[in-house]
């Protein structure tokens, strides 16, 4: 059973810093696709970033620049380094995994097979 669980969530000040973790059991597709989606209260899921099937990284035009996305195969394990937050910036963030080959249409959360639990990010202005 695949299992993803994130960590690193919290509340900071706009321009602060934060990294998100995930932790994937049970999921040896370590090929494909892997990527962070967040949603605000009201609003869609959207994605942020990803590393796509090609282990290329992907991001949002609106994280570009202060978000990286890194991927370690041994430990299994998927992180978002987040700097220069913004107040727009808040939402629950969410891991993803996908067994499907993506690479540009890896910001659809439709092609993403399991999903983490979720974690608040919070950040104040």
């Known amino acids: 059973q695949v299992q993803l669980v994130e960590s690193g969530g919290g509340s900071v000040q706009a321009g602060g810093s934060l990294r998100l973790s995930c932790a994937a059991s049970?999921?040896?597709?370590?090929?494909?696709?892997m990527g962070w989606f967040r949603q605000a209260p009201g609003k869609e899921r959207e994605g942020v970033a990803a590393?796509?099937?090609?282990?290329?990284?992907r991001y949002a035009d609106s994280v570009k620049g202060r978000f990286t996305i890194s991927k370690d195969n041994a430990k299994n394990s998927l992180y978002l380094q987040m700097n220069s937050l913004k107040p727009e910036d808040t939402a629950m963030y969410y891991c993803?995994?996908?067994?499907?080959?993506?690479?540009?249409?890896?910001?659809?959360?439709?092609?993403?097979?399991?999903w983490g639990q979720g974690t608040q990010v919070t950040v104040s202005s």
């Open positions: 590393i796509d099937s090609d282990g290329n990284p």
């Open positions: 993803a995994a996908s067994t499907r080959y993506l690479t540009y249409t890896w910001s659809d959360p439709r092609r993403y097979d399991y």
């Open positions: 049970g999921y040896t597709y370590i090929s494909s696709c």
